[in-house]
Structures are given as structure tokens and as C-alpha cells.
């Protein structure tokens, strides 16, 4: 750890401190019981992943569906229409990633998916639709989210950046009990992670050199694209992240925020 000299870390949010499935979960089951949620066919959007935690261009949403806490009492229904939100998201973030589409924040976006969700299981009720939409701001933090955060806290400035809008993060923070120095949305850069104008937000917002920041993360993609830009990465494990490849070089391993915190130095 001599060598890794930092002067401030940056966490991403979804996926990383919250759990972002189980949040959505419990929205989808309100919004139509399990046993009583109709497929949504087979033609689904393509997979990807940016707010929901995989990459662009990845299976990465398939993948994670089943895997979260909640994900053993849900109904099959409520698993399909979970991975039709994702993926509506997924390729609505790469759209505007690769210019097809203009940027829109988070928010908006999840209530794209909200509608797509209600649809496909027969729910017409605005209301209805709406709450859904905002089930996305109610995510559970992990166990160690919160006490992880404090401990690190307790050594390093802390700094969030998520692809959440302002007004989504806010919501987030509140509702988990995420306690930072500075927060930072992707809608300041007006685009999505992993676009490096997003990592920039970072490097302005400290003033401190890439290679002195910390990005943490439980998805390889995203740590590649702070890595790209010249920040120290460190890779915690999620139920639903994406996992290193064998070609993936990342600074820290850590099993959660604990394991990070000691790796760090800190007691």
C-alpha cells in the first residue's frame, strides 16, 4: 500500500453502495403482484448496461437479474420485468452515449422504463406508473454501506459519482443514509458514464491530480474508465456487479468496504 498515494475517493453509487435490483423489485411488486405479472415477450430490448449497473454493450443485466437479495421470493413475472427495465435503460444510455439520442437524466429515463414496465404487465394507472419510476431513488444500501463509508470517510475525502440525475442522487443519499463530501451527478457532464467527461467531474471538483484519486467500483467497466483517464481504481465485489477479467489490472481487490477500508490503511 506504500505505493498507492491518494488524496481523496471516489465511489460510484448503483450497484457499488446500493442495491439497486431490490430497490426496483419492491417497486415492481407493487405495482403488480408476482403471480399476477404477464410476460413481456421475448422481444425485449438488447442488453447492456450503464444504470443498472453492467456495461454498454454487455449481457451484464441478464446476468445480475437473478443474483440480488430478493431475488429467491420474487415471482418470475417480477424477474422478466426487472430485466425489461434494465435493458430499456441499458440501450437508452448507449444511445446517448454514442450520440443517437440527446441527453437525458436519469430520472427521465427511469420513467421511460417505468412506462415500457407498466405496459407489458397490463398496468394503465399513472399513479401507478409514477411510483414505479421512483422506486428507482429507494435502493437499499449493502450491510457494510454505510459504516464503510464512515471509516473511509474517517481518513480520505469522499466523493460520489454516479450516472443517478441530481435530483435522483439526492434522493438516493437520503433514503440510504450516504453520507459524502462531495456528490457528483453525471448530468453536470450531460452524458453517461463511462464517458470520461464524467470521471473529469471529479478531478475538477477535488483538484487533485487523476493518479492521486481513488475510483471505487463493483463494475470492471466502470474502472476502466476512470482507469483510462489516469485514476487509481479498486474493485469491490457485488452480488450484482461486473467482475474483472483476467486482463484487467486494478490496483485494490476488496471482498467489501471493510476489507477496502483495512487495505487502506485505516482502522
Known sequence: MAELKIDAVVFDVLGTLVDEPAGLRAGLRALAPPSDTPSPGAGGPGAGGLGTGGAPGTAGAAGRAGKADGAESAGPGTERLLLLWQRHIEREQRRVLDGDRPYLPSDLLDREAAGVVAEAAGVEDPAAVEALARSARRLPPWPDTVAGLARIGGGFPLIGLSNASRTALLQLNAHAGLRWHQ???????????????????????????????????????????AQALGLRTAYVARPVGDPPTAADRFDLHARDLTDLAEQLGLS
Open 183 to 225: 456528490a457528483l451527478s453525471a448530468e453536470d457532464a450531460r452524458t453517461y458514464k463511462p464517458d470520461p467527461a464524467v470521471y473529469r467531474l471529479a478531478v475538477t471538483g477535488s483538484g487533485a491530480p487523476p493518479e492521486r484519486l481513488l475510483m471505487v467500483a463493483a463494475h470492471a467497466w466502470d474502472l476502466r474508465g
